[in-house]
């Protein structure tokens, strides 16, 4: 099954949204299953969560885009920003078992 990187920035202002939603958007990873390869926020200087990187499986840029638009932190307006792009992986493993807080 093709991968997709899903690349999200952080609308400026929403950290308290993000903290509110954060347990809704940990859920919605738990459903992708063996389909959620990797994900993680990005941070600022300071730690500070300021968006999100995820790779996927998915059928096609399709139904990527449609993981991604059921993310609790889109509905929720955190995001000022959402890309999916095709992704290969060409070095590394990954991570062999994702655990989810």
């Not at 099954?1 to 993000?18: E, K, S, T």
């Not at 600022?44 to 300021?50: F, M, Q, V």
């Not at 999100?52 to 990527?64: G, K, P, Q, T």
Request: net charge neutral; charged share 25%.
């Amino acid at each position: 099954m093709p991968l997709f990187a899903i690349v999200a920035i952080d609308r400026p202002g929403r950290l308290d949204r993000r903290r509110a939603t954060r347990d809704k958007h940990l859920a919605h990873l738990k459903t992708l299953g063996d389909r959620l390869r990797i994900a993680g926020p990005f941070t600022a200087e300071d730690g500070t969560p300021c968006g999100s990187m995820l790779v996927i499986e998915a059928d096609d840029l399709d139904a990527a885009e449609a993981l991604a638009a059921a993310d609790p932190y889109f509905a929720a307006g955190v995001f000022e920003s959402v890309t999916v792009r095709p992704w290969k992986n060409v070095v590394g493993s990954g991570i062999a078992a994702l655990q989810l807080p």
